[in-house]
Nanobody, 127 residues
Framework: QVHLAESGGGLVQAGGSLRLSCAASGRTLSNYAVGWFRQAPGQERECVAVIARNGVNTFYAATVKGRFTISRDNAKNTVYLQMNSLKPEDTAAFYC????????????????????WGQGTQVTVSS
């Protein structure tokens, strides 16, 4: 059974940093693309970053580009989301998900592209 576990969320002041982790069991993440999504209360879930299966191609939403960095540690079977210069509008529940499909940010941004999701971790940025 495939399981994704997010961690690293918490409360941080605006301008601060957090690093989220997405650890997998039952699936080798290097064989899949991994996306990070976030959902704020009352808003739709949005894709913020994706790392492709090759581990080289990355994609970012315009709202986080230059502030967030997605990376993968194959030895730990974990994908990270380094978040810098956090803003109050980054406050959301963050989820990771994996897929064997997709090839562009447009397809990766589609939640239906992903077949396994984690339970999420809360990020709260205070002003």
């Amino acid at each position: 059974q495939v399981h994704l576990a997010e961690s690293g969320g918490g409360l941080v002041q605006a301008g601060g940093s957090l690093r989220l982790s997405c650890a997998a069991s039952g699936r080798t993440l290097s064989n899949y693309a991994v996306g990070w999504f976030r959902q704020a209360p009352g808003q739709e879930r949005e894709c913020v970053a994706v790392i492709a299966r090759n581990g080289v191609n990355t994609f970012y939403a315009a709202t986080v580009k230059g502030r967030f960095t997605i990376s993968r540690d194959n030895a730990k079977n974990t994908v990270y989301l380094q978040m810098n210069s956090l803003k109050p509008e980054d406050t959301a529940a963050f989820y990771c998900a994996t897929t064997s499909r997709g090839y562009s940010f447009t397809t990766y941004s589609n939640q239906g592209t992903y077949d396994v999701w984690g339970q999420g971790t809360q990020v709260t940025v205070s002003s």
